[in-house]
């Protein structure tokens, strides 16, 4: 594996382990939704395996509900969108 995809797969990994915590999640739980052991989670947030394609997807599916719901309380709370949501 080339120095590129090693820092690529690191960058990445860390963006996961990022977004995941902000939408709330520990790492078994984003692994239980996703199908996947707890390992493999923890591998893809260290850059050490690719992160497949579906898996990414099924993320997105389970992130997403969580940053709508975050876009609602701030418009509840202060009558305006987040800038992000615009």
Do not use: C, N
């Amino acid at each position: 594996m080339s120095v590129d995809m090693r820092v690529f797969r690191r960058q990445q990994g860390k963006g996961l382990a990022q977004k995941r915590k902000e939408a709330g999640y520990t790492q078994k739980e984003l692994a239980r939704y996703i199908g996947v052991s707890v390992s493999y989670v923890r591998a893809w947030e260290y850059g050490q395996r690719e992160i497949p394609p579906t898996a990414l997807h099924a993320m997105t599916l389970l992130v997403k509900p969580r940053i709508e719901q975050r876009i609602q309380d701030t418009m509840y709370l202060t009558g305006y969108a987040p800038l992000f949501a615009l």
